[in-house]
């Protein structure tokens, strides 16, 4: 058989009178006795091509079994298109039914909620708005690689299975393969984890931060990339169980290296969706956000604001706002008080630092005053919180107080002091958040739309 072109290639040829063959799933057939027009679509692009196949020269059998959702090969001749929105078409030589779809397929003409298409989320992928974000979703990670390789950092990975129980940034699920009808019981009554496979207590991680910080103690500027998993039962648009992050750590730099890097950083991926997603972001604007590609040009050109946390406060405490969580010095700012500021107050994207120490993370660099921490939060329109990094405490005996203020075990931990013990510099990193990212860049509203099979509490389908 011939070699398969991709539709996406076939709707930019302008050769016209050439042989092509496409393979695909069928959108919508319509037409009439004489003639159908098929739109074919094979997940290369949001458009689809327009086969048309004179009903004479196929049989009658063959045309009942093109229908919505159907695979099917098509050979023929490409031709100048009088329709409008399409300059080439298919005239259909040849037509092979692979797959025969019935009307039971949940994905008809007619539109569907996304709460809907959530629940067929095996099937949500041949729709043209998953279609969309999936391919985004693909474009953006290829260009966190490409920005860091092209920086000059190591792609480093981290464990997904860890031993700490006190990463710092959230609730964890435990790995054990003890049956849990029956597990093994210490002399003090309580499960014996010496049995269990690692011989120890294991969880799934929270972040590779702190493995992350080895690598960059060695190798310079490390990123990390994977899956990260939370247990919280935080049941909101913007948190998932079990979500992808970046994380690049980085010896030898400062706060504000730090934010400069993630400034730029940002500024890069959403230039690059805006250079390489065209069709697909316009798709996504039309149908879900019409601001979508203005509020992304306007992140690339224009410097996001630098403030203190204190001042942050201020801020919000004279706007004269009534916030669901009354806001005073000392906290942890919430959505609400994050959008404030952004979408409300200064309309740009806001870089907070110099957070509490007691809201933030035992690891993070304490500032001279003794009450805060050079931590930073990257806050974006309709997001919130999108980046959460800090300078790391690089000081041994700074850091080992403040996990013993904090009830981290430093003894468990000697592996991570250690990078403090031998030839300790400042360093710096951050994480990014895949799926946060994701939203912000395609418009959507709520993060179970943006990863192909999300967990969340009390859903773990597919
Ligand atoms: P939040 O306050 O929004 O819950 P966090 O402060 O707990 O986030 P960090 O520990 O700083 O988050 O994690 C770094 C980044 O990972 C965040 O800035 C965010 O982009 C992303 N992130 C954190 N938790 C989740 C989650 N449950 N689902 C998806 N992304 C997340
Ligand atoms: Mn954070």
Partial sequence: MRKREKIVDVLRSTEVGREVFVEG???????????????LNDGSTVKNVQVVAECTNFDEELLKNITTGASIAVEGTLVESPASGQS???????????????????????????????????????????????RIRHAMAFAIHKFFNDHGFFYWHTPLIT?????????????????????????????????????????????GQLEGELGAMALGQIYTFGPTFRAENSNTPRHLAEFWMIEPEMAF??????????????KYLVQYALDNCADDLAFLEKM??????????????????????????????ESGVKFDYPVSWGLDLQSEHERYLVEQHFKRPVILTGYPKEIKAFYMKQNDDGKTVRAMDVLFPKIGEIIGGSEREADYNK??????????PAEAMS????????????????????ERLILFI???????????????PKNAEF
């Avoid at 730099?253 to 940002?266: H, K, P, V």
């Avoid at 879900?288 to 509020?295: A, C, F, H, I, S």
């Avoid at 002091?417 to 994480?431: I, N």
């Avoid at 395609?442 to 969340?456: C, E, K, L, S, Y």
């Fill in 25 to 39: 799933w069928v959108r919508t057939k319509r037409g009439n006795k004489s003639v159908n027009f098929i739109a």
């Fill in 288 to 317: 879900y956000d019409n601001e979508l590609t203005e509020r992304l040009r306007f992140v690339v050109s224009n410097d996001f604001v630098r403030l203190d946390y204190t001042e942050g406060i201020r801020i919000l405490m």
């Fill in 442 to 456: 395609t418009g959507m509203a709520n993060i179970r739309d943006v990863i192909p099979f999300p967990r969340t």
């Fill in 415 to 434: 592996w991570y002091l250690d990078t403090r013990k031998f030839g300790s510099a400042p360093h710096s990193g951050f994480g990014l958040g895949f």
């Fill in 88 to 134: 080439v078409e298919i005239q259909a030589n040849n037509i092979t039914v692979y797959g025969t779809c019935d009307s039971t397929y949940p994905l008809q003409k007619k539109g569907h909620t996304l709460e809907f298409l959530r629940e067929i989320a095996h099937l949500r992928p041949r729709t043209n708005t998953f279609g969309a974000v999936f």
């Fill in 399 to 408: 850091l080992l107080t403040r996990m013993n203020e904090m009830g981290v």
């Fill in 253 to 266: 730099m400062d706060i504000e290296d730090n934010m400069d890097l993630a400034e730029e950083f940002l």
């Fill in 163 to 207: 031993a700490s129980d006190a990463e710092g940034a959230g609730a964890m699920f435990s790995v054990s393969t003890l049956d849990k009808e029956n597990p093994p019981l210490g002399e003090d009554g309580k499960v014996d984890y010496n049995e269990d496979f690692f011989g120890r207590h294991t969880n799934l991680t929270v972040s």
